[in-house]
């Protein structure tokens, strides 16, 4: 299997210390540890949201450092645990996202989406109107809408309850799987990581304390 990510001696101010990692194309990645110990950080890296304060990640053996940021962020989607929703309706959100990215708008996939993550919402309803929870799952729903390479989701359960948490987790990783598809996320529920990861990572204190294959 190719090595999606790796990266070594990757130093982020005094947040991350990492000797080493490599995380493997086309598997669900979870990165799990106490809050304030680096997770999000480490995430950021992989769409350059941040750079390394010293050594080098690398996609697919290409530094980061030498691709183009806007292109890599079309392939590698982030999902924040607070998105930014556009605030006019979900078509609205639909369009401001194929606009941005050169794409069609197709509404019948827009709302195919809607109903996999459980958004029971017409198009026209006022995003800024939803919840904190139904703003996660539209996020959600643009994300998958890209078609990316590479999925990254900060606490992507963290605004759901139980029920919400176990459908949402179970359809993106589902997803990912289907369309061989390639998820890294950060999740603070071991539960969630031992159901459906393929691989954790246990960060504590900018470091990579453990490295599991399910």
Known sequence: MASLFSGKDVKFKSILDIECFEIEEKKIT??????GGGKTTFLKLFNKMISPTSGEVYYYDTPLSKIDSVSHRKKVVMLSQKPYIFEKTILDNFKKLTEFNDLELDLEKAKKLLKDVSLKKELEVDASKLSGGEAQR???ARAMYLDSDVILLDEPSSAL????EKI???MICNYVKENSK??????HSKKVAKTYADIIYTIDKGKIKEFNQI
């Open 138 to 140: 539209l996020a959600l």
């Open 182 to 187: 390639s998820l890294i996320m950060v999740t």
């Open 30 to 35: 979870c990165i799990v540890g106490e809050s």
């Open 161 to 164: 309850d139980d029920e919400t």
């Open 168 to 170: 949402v987790i179970e």
